[in-house]
């Protein structure tokens, strides 16, 4: 009994092995906040010191996030992520002599994204389909059922209409010239609102799984 109670639990952590959150893939709540600091810091220091001020605070802090977590031994993908992104988005805004422009980038990045996801849902092939299944090893089999389709549809909509709705209103701000509203803004509607469109593509996923394991178009699970 305490044999087979010690496979199953063995089982069960193999199963659960390498599935992490977005939260976690983030560097979990502490992540999430390192990733809005320079944006803030950015924000705050620039109308107090001005635009150079106001660079160079953001690059240091995203600098201090990533040396403090390489110091503590700590996923230091997101930090790494975040001074390449502070990086980009400090040069864009040094070069063209404009607060604003910090923001500039994630802007359009934000556009170019929901166009994606539109199109992916046009020519059939929903990104939030693709990119689930292939973290997740399973390809495209999802494909062959016409209502697993239609699930990640929806969930790939609700995506674009996030990303719509980022770009909608972060550039309304830009052209109003709201640098403090911007940043609140990038901040505000990041990781919550991303974490709302994941929760939407785990319930396609989960409600496509079970269709495909019914029509037996989904391999059972090792045990």
């Known amino acids: ?14 199963a659960g092995r390498g599935k992490e959150t977005v939260l976690e893939q983030a560097g979990g709540v502490k992540g999430v906040v390192y990733s809005a600091l320079p944006a803030l810091v950015f924000v705050v220091a620039n109308g107090v010191g001005g635009l150079k001020v106001g660079i160079l605070a953001a690059l240091l802090v995203a600098g201090g996030i990533a040396a403090q977590r390489l110091v503590r031994r700590e996923s230091i993908q997101p930090a790494l ?3 390449f992104g ?38 059939r092939w929903p990104l939030a389909g693709l990119i689930w299944n292939a973290t997740t090893g399973k390809g495209v089999v999802w494909r062959a059922d016409g209502r697993s389709r239609l699930y990640y549809d929806i969930a790939t909509l609700v995506l674009a209409v996030i990303f719509g709705a980022r770009f909608a ?8 010239d709201e640098v403090g509203s911007l940043g609140f803004a990038k901040i505000a509607m990041g990781y919550p609102l991303l974490a709302l469109g994941v929760l939407v593509v785990a319930w396609a996923a ?16 090792r045990t």
């Not at 063209?96 to 910090?102: E, I, L, R, Y």
């Not at 209103?169 to 109003?176: G, P, R, S």
């Open 86 to 123: 502070v990086a980009v988005a400090a040069g864009v805004s040094w070069y063209t002599g404009s607060a604003k422009d910090f923001f500039l980038i994630g802007i359009w990045a934000s556009l170019a994204g929901a166009v994606a996801f539109v199109v992916s849902v046009v020519v």
């Open 1 to 14: 009994m305490q044999d087979t109670s010690s496979r199953e639990a063995a089982v069960a952590r193999e």
């Open 81 to 83: 992520g975040g001074v």
């Open 169 to 176: 209103v972060q550039q309304y701000l830009y052209q109003a």
């Open 206 to 221: 989960r409600a496509s799984d079970k269709r495909l394991k019914v029509a037996g178009l989904l391999p059972a699970k």
